[in-house]
């Protein structure tokens, strides 16, 4: 995204997020604030900026908010390598390795956009099995992140994701695991984890599960 938030290690936009080689490629004027609000003439620059990529040779092509699910199933028809662009994709995968009487928790950037538009985009109907709370209303992320001053306090979010992962977990008792939504969220999964002791889902598990799949290894051992 064309944004100016600071991509602290473990965020998506942050090379050394992973063991494996990886390219960006910035879709101009693709800012948070059309992103968050769901601005439908972003594909055409998203699309340019996917197919330079798949030019370059890359397997594949993910994005760094959740909530260009907006654009998932368009520019998958557009492009011949696999396209993940949402972290929310995850959401039926998750929902189908928990109890029936179990909820997924999703932490995204702004619940306010979360919608059922953006849901039906990835295949998911709205439903009581689903619990979201955003981050919005946390002061250093929402400087970060929303505002974008351009300083990242990176201890503030991590104490405001916690705070609002308990909170959700303390009202909704049923919450079997919790999906961050957020691409700047990842760095903050182990305090999360370790505070509320659930399965942490964000785009860094997507990423590296689709990797899995596109290169497979050899394996060695003995019997």
Known sequence: MDCFTPFMPGDVANATTYDFPVRFQKVEGLTTNRVLGKDPTAFEPLLAAAEELAGQGV????????????????????????????????????????????????ITADSRSLDETLLKAVGVEPGDNLVIRGMEDQESFSKAVIEEVGILDSKGIEREAVLVAKKMIKEEPKVGALLLECSCLPPYGRAIQEAVDLPIFDYVTMINYVHSALVKKRFEGHM
């Open 59 to 106: 397997r594949a092509v993910s994005g760094d908010c959740g909530f260009l699910a907006l654009h998932q199933r368009k520019l998958a028809a557009r492009l011949e390598i696999p396209v993940f662009l949402s972290s929310l994709l995850q959401i039926p995968f998750i929902s189908g390795i928990l109890r029936p009487d179990r909820k997924v928790g999703i």
